[in-house]
């Protein structure tokens, strides 16, 4: 079974500073995918970023970065020059790759980092 | 392209009473995906449905809860006899269908139904 772990229950960070989020995952398989998802206050759940295992270049997103270390099973974000709308819970998340035409499997989720933007 | 909807966005139930959500995927989506969200933690994956096929229930309580997805009509998250453990809020997710259509393995949310039971 696969497990995900944010070892950072809260972080809180002064607007426009860097903040590096981390996430370690445990897995026997070779072919998955990492998200992370933000959830604002609204508690919409908006896909952050997306990293697919296979690829060793670490995904990147306008202010959103990855740190991808497939060996140590870790998988970090970094939001540079952060905003007061960066406020939110932020969730590490794992996939195993479907098979044939199944399509995209469960997440399996960690327990989330609440940053807060301080102005 | 209209995301995924979710409704009702707030559900109160007496205990006993029946809870019935409903999730509409993304225009082209056929996989549908439903979690679960208990204050102060990480989603929990319930079940995974294809148009009329449960693929995956791995995560769904053995006893009061059924999920569906028709050929037509939204997919349903049934929950009988609601207890006051069943309060949370309640993701549903979408993604396209089998290789070739696109990113097949990135799921979009929903806004999310909370229930509270009484």
């Known amino acids: 079974a696969q497990t995900v772990t944010q070892s950072q229950p809260e972080m809180s960070v002064q607007e426009a500073e860097t903040v590096t989020l981390s996430c370690t995952y445990d897995t026997s398989e070779n072919n998955y995918y990492l998200f992370w998802y933000k959830q604002p206050p609204s508690r919409q759940m908006i896909l952050v970023i997306r990293?697919?295992?296979?690829?060793?270049q670490n995904a990147t997103e306008n202010r959103f970065s990855v740190n991808f270390q497939k060996a140590a099973k870790s998988f970090s974000l970094k939001i540079s020059d952060s905003q007061l709308g960066d406020t939110a819970m932020y969730f590490c998340?794992?996939?195993?790759?479907?098979?044939?035409?199944?399509?995209?499997?469960?997440?399996?989720f960690g327990q989330g980092t609440r940053l807060t933007i301080n102005p | 392209n209209a995301g995924v909807m979710q409704n009702p966005r707030h559900l109160v139930r007496r205990r006993g009473q029946e809870a019935r959500l409903r999730c509409s995927p993304m225009k082209g989506h056929s996989h549908v995906y439903w979690y679960r969200q208990l204050p102060e933690e990480g989603l929990k994956f319930m079940v995974y449905?294809?148009?009329?096929?449960?693929?995956?229930e791995s995560g769904m309580p053995k006893e009061r809860f059924s999920a569906e997805f028709p050929k037509e009509g939204p997919s349903i998250l049934r929950i009988q006899q609601v207890v006051r453990g069943d309060s949370a809020a309640y993701f549903c997710a979408s993604s396209p269908g089998p290789p070739g259509t696109g990113s097949t393995d990135t799921q979009y949310f929903g806004p999310g139904t909370r229930l509270t039971v009484l």
């Open positions: 990293q697919e295992a296979y690829k060793q």
């Open positions: 998340a794992f996939e195993v790759e479907g098979i044939g035409f199944q399509g995209a499997q469960k997440l399996v």
């Open positions: 449905l294809q148009k009329e096929n449960i693929i995956d």
